[in-house]
């Protein structure tokens, strides 16, 4: 039971570093995505924004 539970996809060393590769470049997109909403964000609202009370 354990033998079939421990075989499976077996990725080579060049899968492993593109797979890591694709993963780093979604994750910099992701944080470009958030930086551009938020200073989108800031811009719309104004710079009083900070300003204000809370």
């Given amino acids: 039971m354990?033998?079939?539970?421990e075989q499976g996809i077996r990725?080579?060393?060049e899968q492993q570093k593109?797979?890591?590769s694709r993963s780093i470049a979604?994750?910099?997109v992701l944080?470009?995505?958030v930086?551009?909403?938020y200073v989108v964000t800031i811009?719309?609202?104004g710079p009083s924004i900070?300003?204000?009370a809370l």
């Fill in 43 to 45: 811009v719309k609202l």
């Fill in 50 to 52: 900070m300003d204000r």
């Fill in 31 to 33: 944080l470009a995505l």
């Fill in 26 to 28: 979604i994750a910099i």
């Fill in 2 to 5: 354990m033998a079939e539970e």
């Fill in 18 to 20: 593109k797979r890591r």
């Fill in 11 to 13: 990725l080579t060393t």
């Fill in 35 to 37: 930086v551009l909403f």
